[in-house]
């Protein structure tokens, strides 16, 4: 029991006390944004950059990521990354099909013209007012490399890049002249993303969306008489350590005679659930293997664990 309690009560004890969720409500949209993209929405240009948010956060359904629309962009949660690039922008102006050709080799200006600079990337440029206002505002993080040249649409001079269309807008102050376009809600029209999730909701106060488990086993015994019962234990967060309340739990005990099924209760509001079951009446030094196969809204994780039969 010392081992169970070792493994399991220690974090929970330490889950007892979560730390409070910190969040953002934009009545302006009805949307809501916490972390992981509250710090980063914060600290690299707020609404004033990426517009108000249009969705909650949600796991993309193709992607696997967690993301969020906002007016402007998509931000996109990917955890394999180092810091501080596991918050990425969508890269809606190539999600558009606006990628273009690249330009021709007569047409690429010097590289001492200090007003246009070429891509070799993408095999584009941008120039003036738009290589300004690329460079002063974030550069390849915020707009990646320019996949177009200008062109006019809708009586606009506009250029994509992967993560932007910036326009330029000569009726406004001149430092407004450049703004980047709402490619976001654009995104989201064209591509015909489910309408529902743009419908305003209610300010949230709890945590944030859930997109992937993490789950820990482990037994009363590791070293068990033949004969006795034997108890499993397994712990349940979300991606950010948060634990998970009403996760269902099926243990699956491999038996030298065959598996047999055990189902657990929901897990509580530690993020724990346990069970009570025969730990076989096999030879001693027989290595009984489990698997604990959680599910928690449409998400799934597997964990395992073992105990070891002796004397009685």
Sequence with gaps: MLVALSLIGAPTAAAQTPAPVDFEYYSETGHN??????????????????????????PDPKSGLLIQYFQRARLEWHPGNPDPYKIQLGLLGDDLGKREPPILVTQIPPASDPSCHYFAETGHTACHKFLDYWKTNGGLDQFGFPISEPKIENGRIVQYFQRARLEWHPEKPESLRVQPALLGSIYYEFAKLDPGRLRPVAPISGRPVVVG???????????????????????????????????????????????????M????????????????????????????????????????????????
Excluded at 33 to 42: A, C, G, I, K, S
């Design 213 to 263: 488990l993490n789950a820990r086993g482990t037994v009363a015994n590791g070293v068990i008489a033949r004969g006795a019962t034997q108890t499993a234990y397994v712990w349940v967060t979300d991606q950010l350590g948060n634990p998970l309340s009403g996760a269902a739990v099926n243990l699956i005990v491999h038996y030298p005679s065959g598996n047999q099924s055990f189902s």
């Design 265 to 312: 209760l929901p897990t509580n509001s530690q993020g724990t659930t346990s069970v009570t079951f025969p730990a076989g009446k096999f030879a001693p030094g027989t290595l009984i293997s489990m698997e604990f196969m959680v599910n928690y809204l449409g998400l799934s994780k597997t964990t395992r664990s073992s105990y070891l039969l002796w004397f009685n």
């Design 33 to 58: 944004v916490t972390e992981p993209f509250l710090t980063f929405l914060r600290t690299t240009g707020g609404v004033a950059r990426y517009g108000y948010p249009i969705t909650e956060a949600y």
